[in-house]
């Protein structure tokens, strides 16, 4: 079975902080996705990855880096964190671009 | 760009009483996945369409594709509480996949 691990559940952090959010797969996938969830807002893709040291941008990168150094890690990185920030964070990983993704169990950020 | 349109965003049923939701899209699709997400919990995948006018069921559950490729909807017969949660479609085209906002369905016992 698939296993998408996210570093941490909750977050709390300070507005200005560098933040990092780990990701891990087991899987060995190729694609990796990091989305943030808010209420009424669904799932908005931040960035994604189809490769070691590879990245693309999604529908939100702005405010957010990533870095994909090892196939099964993908980090999302918040240069300066704000409070419009606070939100749960998902990952997701999958082994081709058209075959369902795994999710991680969600990193809940918060910036005060 | 592509987008998935879902609805309705929420839906309040009594127990037992029938319940859908039916996402849309701007593009063809290749194909087209529905994810379940339970209060608290993460998306888990449920199933995956493929072809035009699919229909498959998992127990209560009926997913159809529609004949274009641009619709589905998610059928599901006399809910139960454990079928609380927002439902999202997850629409396929040119390799890049779209989530719909997702209906979150609540079920009064």
């Known amino acids: 079975d698939v296993k998408v691990t996210q570093s941490s559940r909750y977050l709390v952090k300070r507005t200005g902080e560098k933040v990092f959010l780990e990701c891990v797969q087991d899987?060995?996938?190729?694609?990796m996705f990091w989305y943030r969830q808010d209420p009424g807002l669904g799932l908005r893709l931040i960035y994604f990855?189809?490769?070691?040291?590879?990245?693309e941008k999604g529908d939100i990168p702005e405010g957010y880096s990533v870095s994909r150094e090892k196939k099964e890690r993908f980090s999302l990185i918040l240069e300066s964190a704000s409070t419009n920030q606070t939100s749960m964070y998902l990952c997701?990983?999958?082994?081709?671009?058209?075959?369902?993704?795994?999710f991680g169990d969600g990193t809940r950020l918060s910036i005060l | 760009g592509q987008q998935v349109m879902q609805i309705p965003q929420y839906q309040h049923v009594q127990e037992g009483e029938d319940f859908t939701t039916y996402c849309n899209s701007s593009t063809t699709l290749s194909n087209i996945q529905w994810y379940k997400q339970r209060p608290g919990g993460h998306p888990v995948f449920l199933i995956q369409?493929?072809?035009?006018?699919e229909v498959k069921k998992q127990k209560r559950l009926t997913f159809q594709f529609g004949e274009a490729k641009k619709n589905s909807s998610l059928h599901i017969t006399a809910t139960q509480t454990t079928d609380v949660g927002t439902y999202f479609c997850a629409g396929t085209n040119a390799g890049k996949s779209t989530f719909g906002d997702g209906t979150t369905l609540t079920v009064k016992p």
């Open positions: 899987m060995d996938h190729e694609n």
């Open positions: 990855s189809y490769d070691v040291k590879m990245k």
């Open positions: 369409l493929v072809k035009s006018g």
């Open positions: 997701a990983s999958t082994i081709t671009r058209a075959q369902p993704q795994h």
